[in-house]
């Protein structure tokens, strides 16, 4: 057990450190959104009220979009990494070691995981001025959510990550797949407003029942102010079995890709 125990502790132990030594990462995982939410949800605010919601302003229904898309800009930065670490040698030395795949990619990913989960709790601390009032076990429920959700979006980065070159390609793929998988999380605009074809898109896009958990989570207190959305046990269900099954595709890709 030890054997297994040791890897994940070392390689989640160095994520630690080298995002004390990279701060520069706070700055993009933290600043982006929260520069998005105050520029867009304030641009927007004043001409779109989402629909189903009661009494929510745009700056408030914007608000878990952003800090959702906290995870996913922490978790893209933990695993570029990855990347690096393969030009630098890194992985290949972790690779030849006696340690079993899964440990290495559970290393990393609870790595990310980690320092999205407290970077998307630090950006809670501005929820008063969304206008979203969060109670002690509303808090305590979102930052559970946030976790699972962290660890899927970490383990969806690493999947991609393991079959990356370059972090040139590693961008083109977010560009292409995470980033749209955020706009049909219902960030941006509600589901129950949405196109026939975009509808289709959201609910079958994992994402958006984890940024549902999360408004669930947020509103536990007050649920009533928003409809129209899956319940609280259906999307933490899905966002639990979203994070179980990128985790099994991180480690099938590292099990795949020796060098």
Not at 59 to 88: C, H, M, N, Q, W
Not at 100 to 117: E, K
């Amino acid at each position: 057990m030890m054997h297994w125990i040791l890897p994940v502790w070392g390689l989640w132990w160095r994520e630690m450190v080298r995002f004390v030594r990279q701060r520069s990462r706070l700055t993009g995982a933290l600043l982006q959104p929260l520069v998005f939410w105050l520029l867009l949800g304030g641009g927007l605010n004043a001409s779109f009220h989402p629909a189903g919601f009661t009494g929510v302003s745009y700056v408030e229904y914007f608000y878990p979009g952003s800090v959702v898309l906290v995870l996913l800009f922490t978790a893209i930065f933990a695993t570029i990494a990855t990347v690096e670490d393969r030009k630098s040698g890194f992985l290949q030395g972790v690779l030849v070691a006696p340690m079993a795949r899964s440990a290495i990619v559970l290393g990393q990913v609870l790595g990310s995981a980690t320092l999205a989960t407290v970077q998307g709790t630090l950006m809670l601390a501005l929820a008063p001025i969304g206008g979203i009032r969060v109670g002690l076990s509303a808090l305590v429920l979102t930052v559970l959510v946030l976790s699972v959700l962290a660890i899927a979006l970490s383990g969806l980065g690493l999947s991609i990550a393991w079959k990356m070159d370059s972090t040139q390609g590693f961008h083109a793929v977010m560009n292409i797949l995470l980033l749209p998988l955020w706009f049909l999380s219902g960030a941006v605009f509600p589901l129950n407003s949405a196109p026939l074809p975009i509808w289709l898109l959201m609910v079958l896009n994992p994402l958006m029942y984890g940024l549902t958990a999360v408004r669930r989570s947020l509103y536990w207190d007050d649920p009533m102010r928003i409809d129209g959305l899956p319940s609280f046990a259906i999307s933490f269900l899905v966002t639990l079995v979203f994070a179980g099954a990128t985790f099994l595709l991180a480690v099938r890709n590292a099990r795949r890709n020796l060098w």
